[in-house]
């Protein structure tokens, strides 16, 4: 489990946000995906992309949907 206490200096991983302050949360999820997109070596963390998934469904009343083997590229923009 990666937990922020190994990270030496956090403050330049994540900000701290009040709970009932959404938009403080957003930017600071927003700011630290980049971080991770490229993975962390040191703990075993794999790159965030490309996401790969082997099957997503996603069905509703009037559509049937599954692809298969589909890759997400998210991260080009950091």
């Known amino acids: 489990m990666l937990h922020l206490s190994h990270f030496s200096d956090r403050s330049s991983v994540v900000t701290k946000c009040r709970a009932s302050d959404s938009e403080c949360m957003k930017e600071s999820a927003q700011a630290i995906l980049p971080k991770f997109a490229l993975g962390l ?21 009037n559509l049937k949907l599954t692809l298969t083997n589909f890759h997400f590229i998210l991260f080009d923009f950091c």
């Open 41 to 61: 070596q040191q703990f075993n963390v794999e790159t965030l992309d490309p996401i790969t998934f082997d099957k997503i469904v996603a069905d509703n009343p």
